[in-house]
Nanobody, 120 residues
Framework: QVQLVESGGGLVQPGGSRRLSCAAS????????MGWYRQAPGKQRELVAV????????NYADSVKGRFTISRDNAKNTVYLQMNSLKPEDTAVYYC?????????????WGQGTQVTVSS
């Protein structure tokens, strides 16, 4: 199993910025891709951004393109989500997800989530 720990959530005013971090830990694993999802109250969890570890493929939800940037530090097994120009509709619990191989077996794991609230 890959343990994922998110941080950086909180309250931010509309138009503000916030950076989320997600650190992966465990033993005997290699990560193929990491990404961020979010779930607002009463809504389904949706993809926000995902990036392969090699950086060759990056995808964003249309709703965040041009405002959010996903990046990673492979040496630290950490992925970041820089969120700019935040809107109230970005309010959600943000979850980190990792697609990894553990002992030769592909698996995906989720973090516990971090709340981001955009409000004045």
């Amino acid at each position: 199993q890959v343990q994922l720990v998110e941080s950086g959530g909180g309250l931010v005013q509309p138009g503000g910025s916030r950076r989320l971090s997600c650190a992966a830990s465990g033993s005997g694993f290699s990560i193929n891709a990491m990404g961020w999802y979010r779930q607002a109250p009463g809504k389904q969890r949706e993809l926000v951004a995902v990036q392969t570890i090699g950086g060759t493929n990056t995808n964003y939800a249309d709703s965040v393109k041009g405002r959010f940037t996903i990046s990673r530090d492979n040496a630290k097994n950490t992925v970041y989500l820089q969120m700019n120009s935040l809107k109230p509709e970005d309010t959600a619990v943000y979850y980190c997800k990792a697609w990894a191989v553990v002992a030769g077996i592909p698996r995906d794991d989720w973090g516990q989530g971090t709340q981001v609230t955009v409000s004045s």
